[in-house]
């Protein structure tokens, strides 16, 4: 990928993340199927498509907006059908007494200009531990597969669609992360200011936007240090905080983030968001210009690219190999090769975060074996 087709890349990313306009001309010689390939790649064909449409300087040829148009056709299509599949299984839930918030996914999505246009994955459910367990008497018998129960966390697939059950959100990088977590949770809960999204004839509720915030910052985290993650999921964050700007609490997201012990990521990720992706600087809490958190922000630019390029590689290879011991020995050299280049974006918790994560591996496996 060439930077000059990285750049129209974002010049239309950011065009469909804020709705304004874009200009190609000055990109010469680029191949909209490079881009289209991009935008498959980290989960925003739709944003991309949209930014297609806000282009003024030149006349974007049919052929090239084809692909584009189809895949966002497609999304469309298919949220429209998940969000009444959505609709039914809350009114069974609730007419079986249990109480359920949607994280991630569609919630997300009605923080975007146009919901339909965003990639849908599974049906996320938070629930406290009695409706957690309620929840799964109510929906396994649904099921058409259900994986292994994982802590509080189940996932099946319902029809076409599969749905997940979280009786916390834990991330398993610190348990310093994990108490705040839980202790957000518990307001969520208790305190009962829970959002609303009107879906159909189905009102579902959401987390607080103080809470959300919470939920969608330290779950992409959670993808950049164990797995790897997508843009989409940086605009998901950057969407909530834009809809929400004016009645997110700031001095409780910076108590909050403290206690975590991640305002460098934070700080880091804001840069990367005003930078990269446009987002207007007053509405990223805890923005900093500072050239450190700039240089950071480059630094992680880098890095989507690189994992949107070698993430599906990744699982490809991975795959071929059937040795049980082969996959984990080349997994964890992964690993370690990942976590080196994470000390270079946050010294401190990539070590504390690589060796919490090293342990519960082999508290899992021996936990396997015997």
Not at 92 to 115: D, F, H, S, T, W
Not at 313 to 334: D, E, I, T, Y
Request: some cysteine.
């Amino acid at each position: 990928m060439s930077r000059m087709h990285w750049q129209a890349f974002i010049e239309l990313l950011q065009a469909g993340l804020w709705e304004k306009e874009a200009r190609l001309l000055r990109f010469k010689d680029i191949d909209l199927k490079e881009i289209y390939k991009l935008a498959h790649e980290q989960s925003v064909v739709g944003l991309v498509a949209a930014g297609l449409e806000h282009v003024v300087d030149v006349k974007v040829a049919k052929a090239d907006a084809m692909p584009f148009v189809s895949s966002a056709l497609r999304l469309e299509h298919r949220n429209k059908a998940m969000n009444p599949f959505i609709g039914d299984i809350v009114d069974k839930m609730r007419e079986a007494g249990i109480y359920m918030l949607i994280v991630k996914g569609q919630g997300i999505a009605q923080c975007y200009e146009r919901p339909l246009w965003r990639e849908c994955g599974d049906v996320d459910f938070l629930l406290c531990d009695d409706n957690y367990k309620k929840a799964k008497d109510l929906l396994i018998p649904m099921a058409g597969f259900v994986e292994q129960e994982s802590g509080k966390h189940l996932g099946m697939s319902i029809g076409p669609w599969m749905v997940e059950l979280h009786g916390n959100l834990h991330c398993k990088l610190s348990n310093r992360m994990d108490r705040l977590i839980d202790d957000v949770q518990e307001v969520e809960f208790n305190v009962g200011k829970a959002r609303s999204w009107q879906n159909g004839d189905t009102q579902v509720l959401l987390p607080s936007a103080d809470n959300d915030v919470i939920f969608v910052f330290t779950h992409f985290l959670k993808h950049f240090y164990k797995v790897g993650f997508r843009i989409r999921q940086i605009c998901d964050w950057c969407r909530l905080l834009w809809t929400y700007r004016d009645v997110i609490d700031r001095g409780l997201l910076e108590s909050r983030i403290r206690k975590m012990g991640l305002m460098s990521e934070w700080k880091a990720f804001g840069a990367y968001a005003v930078e990269y992706l446009g987002m207007p600087a007053e509405a990223m809490p805890l923005y900093s210009a500072d050239k450190r958190w700039k240089r950071k922000a480059k630094r992680i630019c880098h890095y989507v690219l690189k994992m949107g390029t070698t993430g599906r590689n990744r699982k490809k290879n991975s795959a071929r190999s059937k040795v049980f011991l082969v996959r984990k020995v080349v997994s964890f050299g992964r690993r370690v090769k990942d976590f080196i280049n994470y000390a270079m974006f946050f010294p401190k918790n990539a070590v504390r975060f690589f060796l919490t994560i090293v342990l519960n591996g082999i508290r899992f496996a021996a936990k396997g074996i015997g």
